[in-house]
């Protein structure tokens, strides 16, 4: 009879699986970020001064003819609402 012990490759092969689970999240996060950047930047950005377009030509329909529809920016729409 031959008795040996598997103690030291299953402790092994548990913290081999714990380092890939971290890695896994961690490149998962990274991921996760930059997806959210690219959709804020080439998605969002875009439909929010497409909106803020339409609300300042709403309120001055003259102004649609003027540079100032084509300069509207969050903060422009944001100093105009804080003076009201």
């Given at each position: 009879?031959?008795?040996?012990?598997?103690q030291?490759?299953?402790?092994?092969?548990?913290?081999?699986?714990?380092?890939?689970?971290?890695?896994?999240?961690?490149?998962?996060?990274?991921?996760?970020?930059?997806?959210?950047?690219?959709?804020?930047?080439?998605?969002?950005?875009?439909?929010?001064?497409?909106l803020?377009?339409v609300?300042?030509?709403?309120?001055?329909?003259?102004?649609?003819a003027?540079?100032?529809?084509?300069?509207?920016?969050?903060?422009?729409?944001?100093?105009?609402?804080?003076?009201?």
């Open positions: 009879m031959a008795f040996y012990s598997t030291g490759g299953s402790q092994i092969n548990a913290i081999l699986s714990i380092c890939r689970t971290i890695f896994v999240c961690i490149v998962l996060s990274i991921a996760s970020i930059m997806f959210t950047s690219d959709a804020n930047r080439l998605v969002l950005s875009p439909i929010e001064r497409m803020e377009k609300k300042l030509i709403a309120r001055n329909p003259l102004a649609a003027s540079d100032e529809v084509e300069n509207a920016g969050v903060l422009s729409m944001l100093a105009k609402e804080e003076e009201k």
